[in-house]
């Protein structure tokens, strides 16, 4: 396996602190600006793609990694929650959470060879 590429997000619960729901825009963030055909590239399944999502947030237990995993079509989706992101203190005591990732695709380009 080689890795390929990497993608970098960000994404925010303004108000409900869903972790999740602030990776799943950071995921968002990251993808939506892309379009990279790399499996096509070296004649390979899309499938066959292994794709790491490295999700980190202030609370990394709160993460649903399925749902995040479940925003990708095709690859074979890890989900790694981490230490990290931030909370940002609001003057109700409910912070704003603020996620970062980071994707990685890697694929087998020996057997495209």
């Not at 109700?92 to 060879?113: F, Q, R, W, Y």
């Given at each position: 396996?080689?890795?390929?590429?990497?993608?970098?997000?960000?994404?925010?619960?303004?108000?409900?602190?869903?972790?999740?729901?602030?990776?799943?825009?950071?995921?968002?963030?990251?993808?939506?600006?892309?379009?990279?055909?790399?499996?096509?590239?070296?004649g390979?399944?899309?499938?066959?793609?292994?794709?790491?999502?490295?999700?980190?947030?202030?609370?990394?237990?709160q993460?649903?990694?399925?749902?995040?995993?479940?925003?990708?079509?095709?690859?074979?989706?890890?989900?790694?929650?981490?230490?990290?992101?931030?909370?940002?203190?609001?003057?109700?005591?409910?912070?704003?959470?603020?996620?970062?990732?980071?994707?990685?695709?890697?694929?087998?380009?020996?057997?495209?060879?």
């Amino acid at each position: 396996m080689k890795r390929l590429l990497t993608e970098f997000g960000m994404g925010s619960s303004l108000r409900r602190q869903d972790y999740t729901e602030a990776a799943t825009r950071a995921v968002k963030d990251a993808l939506w600006h892309n379009s990279i055909n790399l499996a096509e590239l070296f004649g390979k399944d899309k499938e066959e793609m292994q794709i790491t999502v490295e999700v980190a947030v202030a609370a990394p237990e709160q993460i649903d990694t399925d749902k995040i995993a479940a925003i990708f079509p095709y690859g074979q989706v890890t989900v790694v929650p981490v230490k990290g992101g931030l909370d940002v203190p609001r003057p109700d005591g409910h912070p704003t959470v603020m996620a970062n990732v980071a994707i990685s695709v890697a694929l087998d380009v020996e057997a495209a060879a």
